[in-house]
T-cell receptor, first 112, second 117 residues
Framework: LAKTTQPISMDSYEGQEVNITCSHN???????ITWYQQFPSQGPRFIIQ???TKVTNEVASLFIPADRKSSTLSLPRVSLSDTAVYYC?????????????FGKGTTLSVSS | GAVVSQHPSWVICKSGTSVKIECRSL??????MFWYRQFPKQSLMLMAT?????????EQGVEKDKFLINHASLTLSTLTVTSAHPEDSSFYIC?????????????FGEGSRLTVL
């Protein structure tokens, strides 16, 4: 499974846009990119998933360049409640028997 | 959407006792479930892959005799920490993938906090 590299931590203020970039140089052809959010003492929560170009949902956008060796999670107008650890995971889709391996994640701290 | 539920959410036990944690997929069938462990300030570490009707597959360094996994049905996997010791205190998280979902999204349980005294 492709290894991912993210910044260890990021700081932001309420109302700002936050972009977290993840590197996955060894991504395979059938791998999807998935981002999860985790609050203390809770299981990870799905944010967004994509394969190429741009994906947007009600909480975030995911930008994936043509070579797919990196991806950027964009959180618009963050609030204090967005303070959490964000994980970028890469792995094959529709393979129920394949686990996802977590990297160190990015700890986002949002201040007022 | 698909939900994975764990029970108990937290448990305290004495050293030397065994503790069982349940993981259920509530609205989908999961032939495979995954167990992770997370220590404070660290990332999730995959412990084992639980396979319905067969033996679990353990990651390197995880003692299969200490962490017993049973996946007796398509919606239930259990993790039993046998003869627990303080160093087993951790946050245990299960997950399962809904194979019918787009991209095969991986759903996680709420986690179970184990404290061994």
């Amino acid at each position: 499974l492709a290894k991912t590299t993210q910044p260890i931590s990021m700081d932001s203020y309420e109302g700002q846009e936050v972009n977290i970039t993840c590197s996955h140089n060894n991504i395979a052809t059938n791998d999807y990119i998935t981002w999860y959010q985790q609050f203390p003492s809770q299981g990870p929560r799905f944010i967004i998933q994509g394969y190429k170009t741009k994906v947007t949902n009600e909480v975030a956008s995911l930008f994936i360049p043509a070579d797919r060796k990196s991806s950027t999670l964009s959180l618009p107008r963050v609030s204090l409640s967005d303070t959490a650890v964000y994980y970028c995971l890469v792995g094959p889709a529709n393979q129920a028997g394949t686990a996802l391996i977590f990297g160190k994640g990015t700890t986002l701290s949002v201040s007022s | 959407g698909a939900v994975v539920s764990q029970h108990p959410s937290w448990v305290i036990c004495k050293s030397g006792t065994s503790v069982k944690i349940e993981c259920r997929s509530l609205d989908f069938q999961a032939t495979t479930m995954f167990w992770y462990r997370q220590f404070p300030k660290q990332s999730l570490m995959l412990m084992a892959t639980s396979n319905e009707g067969s033996k679990a597959t353990y990651e390197q360094g995880v003692e299969k005799d200490k962490f017993l996994i049973n996946h007796a049905s398509l919606t239930l996997s259990t993790l039993t920490v046998t003869s627990a010791h303080p160093e087993d205190s951790s946050f245990y998280i299960c997950s399962a993938r809904d194979g019918q979902g787009i991209g095969g999204e991986l759903f996680f349980g709420e986690g179970s906090r184990l404290t061994v005294l």
